[in-house]
């Protein structure tokens, strides 16, 4: 399938979905079926308005833009939140999942060809953590 497709997330199935910040910077890929969509009503997510999918470190690769991401941490500083010097935008952020494992939370906004039902948006209360 081309990827200039542009396909409903969740997928029934891993693809690798390409993706990256506003100018074009920041690139990365990910394979992943997209299919735990989320966003969160925490003071900055909120703000973000972003819609989120964790993805294993190992399914995740960086392929530019490393020198243009800049870090934000917050609350419990877990997540290390990384924004685009150049335009701002924050594709993806990195961290670590409650047994300590390496993961990186994709912004689906960021996705080429990718369509988001919102109906299938979890909504993490994290406000209240
Ligand atoms: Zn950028």
Redesign the pocket.
Known sequence: MPDTDTRTAPFTEAETVHGG??????RFEAVTALDSLGDCNCSRCARLGWVMQSVPARDFRLISGAE?LTPYRFNTERIEHLF?A??G?ESFARGTDAEGQALYMVNVNCLEGVEIDRGRIHHWDGRSL
């Open positions: 910040c506003h100018c074009g910077a920041v243009a685009c150049v335009c935008i």
